[in-house]
């Protein structure tokens, strides 16, 4: 077999197993799509800030409210809610008590240090002409949990 025909051989294993790694699933470091999967529960926090979330009543409500329990029904979940203000539920998040955190955030959290953040999924123009770029966090280090949900906004919302 020539040099050139070798050359050509090896380049395609090469090429061949870097494609086949592109289908690896990012890991979560303390497996929280698993846990979700396996246990049937998705543990989120939701502060106030209609019209993104409210819980003025017995269940919490809002359009980011709606989008997670979607996320978690397309896990096999059910969504237990915590109801509380943005610091409280990132030291949840932090200490591994909640796997997602929603409320209205945008882009421009102070949380950036303490959470990860997803990607923007939508922009609206709020009443003052600023354009709000609106995010949702998960815990960090939970890279696979983190790129499902960003995944699954990115559907739900661009359709």
């Given at each position: 077999?020539?040099?050139?025909?070798?050359?050509?051989?090896?380049?395609?294993?090469?090429?061949?197993?870097?494609?086949?790694?592109?289908?690896?699933?990012?890991?979560?470091?303390?497996?929280?799509?698993?846990?979700?999967?396996?246990?049937?529960?998705?543990?989120?926090?939701?502060?106030?800030?209609?019209?993104?979330?409210?819980?003025?009543?017995?269940?919490?409500?809002?359009?980011?409210?709606?989008?997670?329990?979607?996320?978690?029904?397309?896990?096999?979940?059910?969504?237990?809610?915590?109801?509380?203000?943005?610091?409280?539920?990132?030291?949840?998040?932090?200490?591994?008590?909640?796997?997602?955190?929603?409320?209205?955030?945008?882009?421009?959290?102070?949380?950036?240090?303490?959470?990860?953040?997803?990607?923007?999924y939508t922009e609206v123009v709020s009443?003052?002409?600023?354009?709000?770029?609106?995010v949702m966090l998960t815990r960090a280090?939970?890279?696979?949990?983190?790129?499902?949900?960003?995944?699954?906004?990115?559907?739900?919302?661009?359709?």
């Open positions: 077999m020539s040099h050139r025909a070798r050359a050509a051989i090896a380049a395609s294993l090469i090429v061949g197993l870097g494609l086949a790694g592109c289908g690896v699933r990012p890991a979560d470091v303390d497996g929280t799509l698993a846990t979700v999967e396996d246990s049937g529960v998705l543990r989120a926090g939701v502060s106030e800030n209609p019209p993104w979330s409210s819980i003025s009543g017995a269940e919490p409500t809002g359009s980011e409210v709606t989008l997670i329990e979607r996320f978690a029904a397309r896990h096999g979940a059910e969504v237990e809610w915590r109801a509380g203000t943005e610091e409280v539920l990132v030291d949840a998040l932090h200490a591994g008590s909640l796997d997602v955190v929603v409320g209205g955030l945008t882009d421009a959290t102070p949380w950036l240090d303490d959470a990860a953040v997803s990607d923007v009443p003052t002409g600023e354009t709000e770029k609106h280090g939970e890279n696979g949990l983190l790129m499902e949900l960003e995944t699954f906004l990115r559907e739900e919302v661009d359709g």
